[in-house]
Nanobody, 123 residues
Framework: QVQLVESGGGLAQAGGSLRVSCAAS????????AGWFRQAPGKEREFVAA????????IYADSVKGRFTMSRDTAKDTVYLQMNNLKPEDTAVYYC????????????????WGRGTQVTVSS
Protein backbone atom coordinates (compact mmCIF):
# COMPACT_ATOMS: atom_id res chain seq x y z
CA GLN A 1 0.00 0.00 0.00
CA VAL A 2 1.02 3.59 -0.65
CA GLN A 3 -0.26 6.59 1.31
CA LEU A 4 0.02 10.05 -0.23
CA VAL A 5 -0.25 13.36 1.63
CA GLU A 6 -0.26 16.68 -0.21
CA SER A 7 0.79 20.00 1.26
CA GLY A 8 1.75 23.49 0.19
CA GLY A 9 -1.40 24.75 -1.40
CA GLY A 10 -2.75 28.18 -0.63
CA LEU A 11 -3.58 31.53 -2.11
CA ALA A 12 -1.54 33.30 -4.76
CA GLN A 13 -2.03 36.26 -7.03
CA ALA A 14 -2.08 35.89 -10.79
CA GLY A 15 1.48 35.79 -12.03
CA GLY A 16 2.72 34.43 -8.73
CA SER A 17 4.13 31.05 -7.73
CA LEU A 18 3.34 28.17 -5.41
CA ARG A 19 4.87 24.78 -4.81
CA VAL A 20 2.82 21.80 -3.74
CA SER A 21 4.37 18.66 -2.32
CA CYS A 22 3.27 15.07 -2.03
CA ALA A 23 4.91 12.90 0.60
CA ALA A 24 4.53 9.17 0.22
CA SER A 25 4.81 6.30 2.60
CA UNK A 26 4.90 2.66 1.67
CA UNK A 27 7.61 0.43 0.39
CA UNK A 28 6.77 0.53 -3.29
CA UNK A 29 6.45 4.27 -4.01
CA UNK A 30 10.02 4.62 -5.22
CA UNK A 31 9.27 2.22 -8.05
CA UNK A 32 6.08 3.88 -9.21
CA UNK A 33 5.38 6.67 -11.66
CA ALA A 34 3.47 9.57 -10.11
CA GLY A 35 1.22 12.32 -11.31
CA TRP A 36 -0.69 15.44 -10.37
CA PHE A 37 -4.31 15.98 -11.22
CA ARG A 38 -6.63 18.87 -10.40
CA GLN A 39 -10.33 19.46 -10.07
CA ALA A 40 -11.98 22.85 -10.25
CA PRO A 41 -15.49 23.46 -8.91
CA GLY A 42 -18.10 22.04 -11.26
CA LYS A 43 -15.50 20.42 -13.51
CA GLU A 44 -14.10 16.94 -13.92
CA ARG A 45 -10.72 16.01 -12.56
CA GLU A 46 -8.00 16.59 -15.15
CA PHE A 47 -4.43 15.55 -15.68
CA VAL A 48 -1.73 18.12 -14.91
CA ALA A 49 1.68 16.43 -14.90
CA ALA A 50 3.43 13.12 -14.39
CA UNK A 51 6.91 11.80 -13.73
CA UNK A 52 8.60 8.44 -14.15
CA UNK A 53 9.81 6.50 -11.13
CA UNK A 54 13.37 7.53 -11.99
CA UNK A 55 12.41 11.18 -12.10
CA UNK A 56 14.11 11.55 -15.46
CA UNK A 57 11.05 12.04 -17.67
CA UNK A 58 8.09 14.35 -17.16
CA ILE A 59 4.99 15.13 -19.19
CA TYR A 60 2.54 17.99 -18.84
CA ALA A 61 -0.91 19.04 -19.89
CA ASP A 62 -0.80 21.70 -22.59
CA SER A 63 -2.50 24.17 -20.26
CA VAL A 64 0.44 24.16 -17.83
CA LYS A 65 3.37 23.42 -20.13
CA GLY A 66 6.12 25.98 -19.66
CA ARG A 67 4.69 27.19 -16.35
CA PHE A 68 4.63 24.10 -14.11
CA THR A 69 7.51 21.79 -13.28
CA MET A 70 7.18 18.40 -11.63
CA SER A 71 10.12 16.88 -9.82
CA ARG A 72 10.91 14.01 -7.53
CA ASP A 73 13.18 13.46 -4.55
CA THR A 74 13.60 9.70 -4.35
CA ALA A 75 15.48 9.91 -1.05
CA LYS A 76 12.51 11.64 0.57
CA ASP A 77 9.79 9.74 -1.31
CA THR A 78 8.32 13.09 -2.26
CA VAL A 79 7.15 14.61 -5.51
CA TYR A 80 6.71 18.30 -6.12
CA LEU A 81 4.83 20.56 -8.46
CA GLN A 82 6.35 23.99 -8.89
CA MET A 83 3.73 26.33 -10.33
CA ASN A 84 4.87 29.63 -11.83
CA ASN A 85 3.02 32.38 -13.64
CA LEU A 86 -0.21 31.20 -12.05
CA LYS A 87 -3.52 32.09 -13.63
CA PRO A 88 -7.01 32.26 -12.09
CA GLU A 89 -7.96 29.22 -14.15
CA ASP A 90 -5.37 27.21 -12.22
CA THR A 91 -7.64 27.44 -9.16
CA ALA A 92 -8.51 23.88 -8.15
CA VAL A 93 -7.90 21.13 -5.65
CA TYR A 94 -4.64 19.46 -6.62
CA TYR A 95 -4.36 15.71 -6.11
CA CYS A 96 -1.30 13.52 -6.04
CA UNK A 97 -1.53 10.15 -7.73
CA UNK A 98 0.79 7.16 -7.99
CA UNK A 99 1.01 3.79 -9.62
CA UNK A 100 -0.55 4.67 -12.95
CA UNK A 101 0.26 3.54 -16.45
CA UNK A 102 2.93 5.40 -18.35
CA UNK A 103 2.77 5.80 -22.10
CA UNK A 104 4.94 7.61 -24.60
CA UNK A 105 3.21 10.91 -23.97
CA UNK A 106 0.51 10.11 -21.48
CA UNK A 107 -0.09 8.99 -17.93
CA UNK A 108 -3.22 7.13 -16.84
CA UNK A 109 -4.11 7.52 -13.19
CA UNK A 110 -3.21 4.79 -10.74
CA UNK A 111 -5.09 3.59 -7.72
CA UNK A 112 -3.23 5.62 -5.09
CA TRP A 113 -4.58 9.09 -4.36
CA GLY A 114 -3.95 11.78 -1.82
CA ARG A 115 -6.74 13.84 -0.32
CA GLY A 116 -5.80 16.96 -2.21
CA THR A 117 -4.66 20.48 -1.45
CA GLN A 118 -6.48 23.67 -2.44
CA VAL A 119 -4.78 26.17 -4.74
CA THR A 120 -6.55 29.48 -5.26
CA VAL A 121 -5.30 32.12 -7.67
CA SER A 122 -6.77 35.60 -7.49
CA SER A 123 -6.85 37.98 -10.42
Amino acid sequence: QVQLVESGGGLAQAGGSLRVSCAASGRTFSGLPAGWFRQAPGKEREFVAAITFTGVTTIYADSVKGRFTMSRDTAKDTVYLQMNNLKPEDTAVYYCNAGGQWGHSWYRQGRYWGRGTQVTVSS
